[in-house]
């Protein structure tokens, strides 16, 4: 009778095994794939706007927008009048210094510059301020996009645009664009195209920092 109650002991067990199993994948212990535009838990999206080592310069010229304090807006400005815009604070911006190169409804003052100075990652301190009416900028070379590293499908690439645009750090825009998503920031050291090029694949993602390096 022993032998007979452990044989029917081990059946148990071997029956009972499926069971147990069946529990396991049901708590949600399978891998799934995150699709486009999640980042897979070693690759975490940078969380902040890096900070410049040294003193940069916008890319283009820039709107200084003044409602109560001055914001260097580097992305996009409504066709409004006044314009409307925002970006990070100007510690200190004179309007006195700008020679009325600027326009006034009220108390909102508004301008157009090349502006050369330093970022904390938050805000611009200004050491150069260029009006647009003044300023000569040589014509950019045309620098060649280079192919993406992996091929994803319009839908993907919107996907990824959308989430981009809203969830990286300093982003002013981005859109999806012959097998690539070019995504506009207020800042980039380098992190934030390497941290892109891991995620989605070298050269799908194309970062353009609205800041540069100077020099």
């Known amino acids: ?41 070693g690759n975490p999206m940078p969380t902040d706007v890096p900070a410049a080592k040294g003193p940069v310069r916008t890319l283009n010229l820039a709107t200084v927008m003044d409602t109560g304090s001055p914001e260097l807006c580097v ?5 409004s009048y006044p314009p409307q815009c925002g970006g990070p604070p100007i510690t200190n911006w004179a309007w006195d210094d700008q020679q009325k190169m600027f326009e006034q409804q009220g108390d909102v003052r508004w301008g157009t510059f090349a502006v050369t100075g330093t970022f ?21 070379t045309p ?4 192919s993406p590293g992996t091929t994803y499908s319009r839908g993907e690439l919107e ?18 664009a012959d097998g690539h998503v070019l995504v506009d920031v207020l800042y980039d050291d380098g992190s934030l195209r ?5 995620e989605y ?9 609205m800041l540069v390096d100077v020099g």
Do not use: H
């Open 1 to 41: 009778m022993k032998l007979a109650r452990t044989a029917f002991a081990a059946a148990a067990l071997f029956l009972a095994a499926p069971v147990l199993a069946g529990c396991g994948t049901e708590s949600g212990d399978v891998a799934t794939d995150p699709g486009p535009g999640s980042s897979a838990p």
């Open 75 to 79: 992305g996009p400005v409504a066709e």
């Open 120 to 140: 904390d990652g938050t805000s611009v301190t200004v050491t150069e301020a260029i009006a647009g009416a003044l300023y000569d900028a040589a014509m950019p």
């Open 143 to 146: 620098t060649p996009t280079p």
């Open 159 to 176: 996907t990824m645009a959308e989430g981009l645009g809203r969830d990286l750090p300093g982003a002013q825009g981005a859109y999806a």
């Open 194 to 198: 390497a941290w892109a090029d891991e």
């Open 201 to 209: 694949g070298t050269n799908v993602v194309i970062v353009t920092s």
